[in-house]
């Protein structure tokens, strides 16, 4: 049925209402205090990702985003809450590549994080680094994987714990290069690093902004970044992929928020993530820990977060990878 053109004047407003509407209410947002959930304690690399953010945005925008850490679980807490949370853009997910590992390594999550959370930004990916103690009579990748392959089983490779992203990086090692090593998971990259510099373990796989210190200091080797490229922070170290080709293992950190989040919300959250990836500043402190910016679109970074969580999946599957109980 065809309305007369007198008739759809008198209804075109109100069709174009609800649209004007949202767009209005975007550009009001945000009306009051957002919540950034962190799933990982205070002084995290997630931690310190979502305060970097969470500064600019409040400085920004005029209303403050507040940090909240909910460790626990591996991350899900946090998701969890996230995903059970009000869909209106006032609680957003500091969204880490442990909930892309996460999906594949628990049974039984009440959520599902690729279906529950909607993707906003991509921020940062950073470097995880081979290093290992001084006393191990290696100082290249070629060097570890002979040594490894000499000796058998008698190297122990730490982990911040199991299922971290640590420990894949360390798994998908040996499975790219046909080497045993025994892993020792740790509560935290805190001890794990601890017991690497009194050599009770050999070799750990931590994120850059773990061990980045001991390394400019000499206490500890760096054989190699994970990443498919050099780290700025550590020019002069090779990637692992420059003697395993193909290799690549990183930290990458992005916001999310619950789906059903209104699509005018997530674009301008997007696109002042995206301005702040633009200022020399951010980039500095990123660059600090080794982290490179991640500009993109909503649909960017949600491919990022399928990809990875596919990638993931085998290795938790082909390594019988079970989390802590």
Same mark, same amino acid.
């Given at each position: 049925m065809k309305l007369a053109r007198r008739q759809f004047l008198h209804l075109a407003p109100a069709i174009a209402l609800p649209v004007v509407s949202r767009i209005a209410w975007a550009q009001t947002y945000p009306a009051r205090p957002v919540r950034i959930v962190v799933g990982l304690t205070a002084g995290s690399a997630s931690d310190i990702v979502a305060r970097i953010m969470g500064q600019w945005l409040s400085e920004r925008l005029g209303q403050q985003f507040i940090v909240e850490n909910r460790p626990g679980a591996g991350t899900n807490i946090a998701a969890e809450a996230v995903v059970r949370s009000v869909p209106d853009g006032y609680t957003l997910l500091l969204a880490a590549s442990p909930n892309a590992i996460n999906a594949s390594l628990y049974d039984k999550l009440s959520f599902n994080f690729i279906s529950d959370i909607a993707p906003v930004a991509a921020i940062s990916r950073e470097p995880n680094v081979i290093v290992v103690n001084p006393s191990l009579p290696t100082r290249t990748v070629p060097e570890l994987i002979a040594y490894a392959k000499a000796n058998p089983g008698r190297i122990n490779m730490a982990s911040a714990g199991n299922g971290t992203t640590s420990h894949l990086a !360390? /798994?998908?090692?040996?499975?790219?290069?046909?080497?045993?090593?025994?892993?020792?998971?740790?509560? !935290? !990259?805190?001890?794990?690093?601890?017991?690497?510099?009194?050599?009770?373990?050999? *070799?750990?796989?931590?994120?850059?902004?773990?061990?980045?210190?001991?390394?400019?200091?000499?206490?500890?080797?760096?054989?190699?970044?994970?990443?498919?490229?050099? +780290? /700025?922070?550590?020019?002069?170290?090779?990637?692992?992929?420059?003697?395993?080709?193909?290799?690549?293992?990183?930290?990458?950190?992005?916001?999310?928020?619950?789906?059903?989040?209104?699509?005018?919300?997530?674009?301008?959250?997007?696109? /002042?993530?995206?301005?702040?990836?633009?200022?020399?500043?951010?980039?500095?402190?990123?660059? /600090?820990?080794?982290?490179?910016?991640?500009?993109?679109?909503?649909?960017?970074?949600?491919?990022?977060?399928?990809?990875?969580?596919?990638?993931?999946?085998? *290795? *938790?599957?082909?390594?019988?990878?079970?989390?802590? +109980?």
């Open positions: !360390g /798994e998908l090692f040996k499975m790219m290069t046909g080497v045993n090593m025994v892993h020792v998971p740790y509560r !935290g !990259g805190g001890p794990a690093l601890t017991d690497l510099l009194a050599g009770q373990v050999q *070799v750990f796989f931590p994120p850059m902004v773990v061990p980045v210190g001991q390394i400019r200091a000499g206490k500890l080797r760096a054989l190699a970044v994970t990443t498919a490229t050099r +780290s /700025e922070a550590l020019p002069d170290v090779p990637t692992v992929g420059e003697f395993v080709p193909g290799y690549e293992a990183s930290v990458w950190f992005g916001l999310g928020v619950p789906k059903g989040t209104p699509a005018e919300v997530i674009n301008r959250l997007n696109q /002042e993530t995206n301005a702040a990836l633009t200022d020399i500043k951010i980039k500095v402190r990123m660059a /600090e820990s080794g982290g490179t910016v991640l500009p993109g679109s909503p649909a960017d970074f949600g491919k990022l977060i399928a990809e990875e969580t596919d990638k993931w999946r085998k *290795v *938790v599957r082909e390594a019988n990878i079970k989390p802590e +109980s």
